[in-house]
Every structure is written in C-alpha cells, then in structure tokens.
C-alpha cells in the first residue's frame, strides 16, 4: 500500500517566501496574456503540421526545436515583455512558410488547418494584443472550472516535459516518442471541444512520460559525468576576476568550464547549478570554485552583488530588467531587455566583459555545505535498515522549498515518526536511528530516480511526502498517483508556477487531500487511532 503526500496546511497561512513575494510582479497582466494567446495560436498550427508530417514518415527537426524552445521560454517567463513576444512570432512567421509547403509536397492527402487570420499577417503589436485578448476571453468562456484547472495542470507539465526534453538531447540523446507527445497534445487545441476525461489521460499521458524521461536523463547525466555523491561545497570566494553561471543545464556548464579553462577566471554556480559539484566529473576544472549566493529566490541581491558576468543557461531564463544590475548573457534563443544573446558558443564578449570587471578585491570565508547522494549508498542503507525487521512502513520526504513555515511543519512532522516507521528524507531533518537525511537541494531527478527504485523494491507499507510542488515535482505526484493504493495529499508550498487552480484539482481530479497539523498527520498515515 502507497501514500503520496505534497504537503499543505489550512491552518498554516502565513508568508510564503518566493520570487513572487520578493519581487511582486508574478501576477499576469493583460498583455502577457494576450501574447501568451498568440504564441499559443502558433504552438497549435505548427504542432499540428509537426504530427501530420511524422504520419507521412518526416521528422521535422526544425519544427519540434521551435515548438521545444518556446515552450521552455514560456516555462520561465513570468511576463513576456514586447521584446520577447516579437522573437518568438517572428521565428514562428519565418518558418509556417516552408513548413507548409513541406505539408503540400510530403501529405498530399491531408487537409490544411484554417489558420488565425492574425498569423497571415505582418500586423501591429497593438492588434495583436487585441485579438489575443479576444482569443484569451473566448476561450475562458468555453472552459468551466474543472476544464480550465486541468489546462492549466496540462500545460505545466508540457512545459515540464519540454525542458526534459532539450536537456536530454544536449547529450545526444533522441526523444522522439516525448516530441510526438507534444505535438498530440497541443493539436488539442485544434478541435472545437475536449472532454474532460480526455484531458486527464493526456495529464496522466504526460506526467508518466516526463517522469520516463526523467530517469533517463539522470542515468545519462550519471554515465557522462560519473555517479553523484555526497559532495561539501564551499560557498566561499576567492580574489580575482569572475563569473556566475546560472540554471541547471550541466552541459551547458561543462562548455563553459571548457572555454574558460586554463585563463586567470574564476567560475561560480548559481540556483541549481550547484548539482554539478556532485558529479566527479567536475572535479576536474580546477577554476570552478563553488556556489555563490542563496539562490533563485534571492537573485535580487545575488545579482547585484556579483562582481562579474552571469551567464543564464538555457531554461533559466526569467524578467530580469527589475533587478537588472551588471552584465547578464544568455545562451537561449529568446531574452529580454537588459541581457545579451551568446550566438554560436561565442563567449569572446563575455571574456572582454570579465577582464574589465573589478571581480572579487578579496575573497570571503563562508560556511560550506554538504549536499548530494549516492543512490547506491543510500540503497545499500535502506536495505541494511530494513533487513533489520523492525520497520513496517517507509516514508520518503521529497524536495523542499524556501518558506519557513514549511519547514517548521516539516520539524514538528518529523518529530512525530514512530519507532517502527523509517523515514529517508531530502529535506531538511536530524539524522536519527530511523531517519535517513539527505540534503538534495531542488534534484527533482535524483528524487524521481530513488522513489522509483524504493517503490520496486521493498514490499512495506509507503508514503511519499513531497514538501514543495514545482513544475517538475507535479509529473512525480501524478505519476506516482497513479499506482494502486495510493493516497495523495498536497499543499500550500509551492513556486510560482503552481496556481491555486491546480492545486484544488489535483485534490478534485486526482484523489489529493490536504494535510491539517503534523502530529494529526502522522497518525493518519501510520493508520493510528
């Protein structure tokens, strides 16, 4: 028998720190949603010739990269300034052409969709704004509550599944079956009206596919760059010129790395960059010198207070012209004001930009930090533990976040575990004789890769408790929602991208309840009365 648990709280309403919170401008205006709408109009069209194209046996590398890379710009975008919306129309409007007459010449037999008059042609951005305001209100019309929540959950995890997706092929890898996936689901929005038990599968559809590709893209990060592990990173800085690199895309890093190899720069990570310290293969650079600042939610400061370029690697791209100070580079194909496109691996701009920084006067002693697993160790131990005899139930705690709260309720939650339950825990805990704590940080793939393997292995009872919902964690709750005795609870904590709306249907569509207080909690899960 399974639990999953994502926690929330009713009695728990105080302040959620985020970049919403910090920042205040997460909420959506008018403009972004009528440029949202547009670039939704062309996701749909261009999806639907990608799907017939592939039935006539053509893969169109163009197309999927267009549609993959607009979704993950949209993924980290919390507005999407004029500047941006522009970028992506007009590559859009470059490339229906060819596409198109590919379409003609290869599906003779097939129909061409109508397409939005807008699309046809070179219009102002104020008519675009108003016909995707038009586009945006009529849909709403059409949708009920329940139908709109389950878009919303949909489009999360494409965009969950998009990213996976891009990340994997920077290895070289192929994700043909996850691309054509993509293109099902946006040609949806093709036809007049969808079911709403349609729309579930294509949830269900898409979260175990994300959560698939997850584990394979863990297991060719582990191949290329050696099995993870437990790694103390400093959070100390050195004398001299630098620069920070931002995200999570480890290939990315490595090109980096390679380029400024061998020059008088330093090399920092930022936001879940960390991660890399954990792979021995990044032992090797001998100018990678840890992690600076607390992260995302606190890149207001961090930004400003670096001394040096920063890089933000592809997919971590969000609204930096709020707290613009400094150089800022992207590799992405879509930016906003205030950042530089690197174009072709091109990084002699950042070099020149680097040498005229002042970079570090003098470096900084900080405390260091253990973060990271081996899933071998941690197997190796869950076995022994459980070979024991004494457990009779696991519970797996998943990644946390940054509110305070959450972890205050995570504490008390913890401290409420009987002596027969074993917890193994990536968020923050006391190691004790029956909890296991690992300090996983936000690797949703680590985390993904070891619930699986504990769920195949071991027979005793099993809660998964996920702390904190982000885009990716959402595939791992569906995902894992769906095998047999199964109760999912989820919560309040959760990043920005997660609306109130998901989260009332996941609790309405997908069997989820909600946590009350820690101790009431426990006793629910451990079937005490």
Request: hydrophobic share 35%; net charge negative; glycine share 6%.
């Amino acid at each position: 028998m399974y639990h999953i648990i994502a926690m929330t709280n009713e009695k728990f309403e105080g302040y959620q720190y985020n970049r919403c919170s910090s920042r205040g401008i997460c909420s959506i205006n008018p403009a972004t949603a009528s440029f949202q709408e547009i670039i939704l109009l062309n996701l749909k069209y261009m999806a639907y010739y990608g799907l017939k194209l592939d039935e006539c046996g053509t893969k169109d590398k163009k197309i999927s990269n267009l549609i993959l890379n607009t979704l993950s710009v949209l993924s980290s975008n919390y507005e999407i300034s004029a500047m941006n919306f522009e970028l992506i129309n007009s590559a859009f409007r470059k490339e229906f052409p060819r596409v198109i007459k590919e379409f003609s010449d290869i599906c003779p037999g097939y129909e061409k969709p109508e397409t939005d008059s807008i699309l046809q042609k070179d219009a102002e951005l104020n008519d675009y704004i108003r016909y995707g305001e038009k586009e945006f209100n009529k849909r709403m019309q059409t949708l009920s509550d329940e139908e709109r929540n389950l878009y919303m959950i949909l489009f999360v995890l494409i965009k969950s599944l998009c990213i996976n997706i891009l990340t994997y092929e920077s290895f070289g890898a192929e994700a043909d079956d996850e691309i054509i996936l993509i293109y099902r689901v946006l040609n949806l929005l093709n036809t007049p009206s969808v079911q709403k038990g349609e729309l579930k599968k294509y949830v269900s559809e898409l979260a175990e596919s994300d959560c698939n590709l997850m584990k394979k893209l863990h297991a060719i990060q582990e191949e290329t760059y050696g099995e993870q592990e437990e790694k103390e990173v400093s959070f100390s800085t050195d004398k001299g010129k630098a620069i920070l690199v931002v995200g999570s895309n480890l290939k990315e890093l490595e090109m980096i790395l390679d380029v400024f190899e061998g020059k008088d720069i330093d090399i920092y990570t930022h936001d879940n960059m960390i991660l890399a310290h954990t792979f021995p293969a990044f032992n090797r650079y001998k100018n990678l010198k840890g992690q600076f600042g607390q992260g995302m939610e606190n890149c207001l400061l961090d930004f400003s207070t670096f001394p040096g370029p920063i890089i933000l690697t592809r997919y971590s791209l969000f609204n930096v012209e709020s707290l613009y100070r400094g150089i800022l580079y992207t590799t992405d194909f879509s930016y906003s004001k205030g950042v530089i496109q690197i174009k072709n691996n091109d990084f002699s701009d950042v070099i020149k930009s680097t040498e005229k920084s002042r970079g570090f006067k003098t470096g900084k002693v900080c405390e260091s930090d253990k973060i990271g697993f081996s899933q071998t160790k941690i197997m190796t131990t869950i076995k022994a533990k459980i070979a024991e005899g004494k457990y009779e139930h696991i519970i797996l705690a998943g990644t946390g976040g940054y509110s305070a709260e959450e972890k205050e309720y995570f504490k008390s939650f913890i401290e409420h575990v009987p002596s027969d339950v074993l917890v193994v825990s990536l968020f923050c805990c006391k190691q004790k004789e029956n909890v296991i704590c690992i300090n996983a940080l936000n690797d949703v793939l680590a985390m993904n890769t070891l619930f699986d393997k504990v769920l195949k292995t071991f027979s005793q009872k099993i809660t998964l408790i996920f702390p904190y919902t982000s885009r990716h964690v959402l595939s791992v709750i569906i995902n894992s929602a769906k095998r047999e005795n199964v109760n999912v609870y989820v919560g309040k904590w959760t990043s920005s991208v997660m609306k109130q709306g998901i989260i009332e249907s996941l609790k309405s569509e997908f069997g989820v309840n909600g946590v009350t207080v820690p101790k009431n909690d426990m006793n629910n899960i451990t079937d005490v009365k």
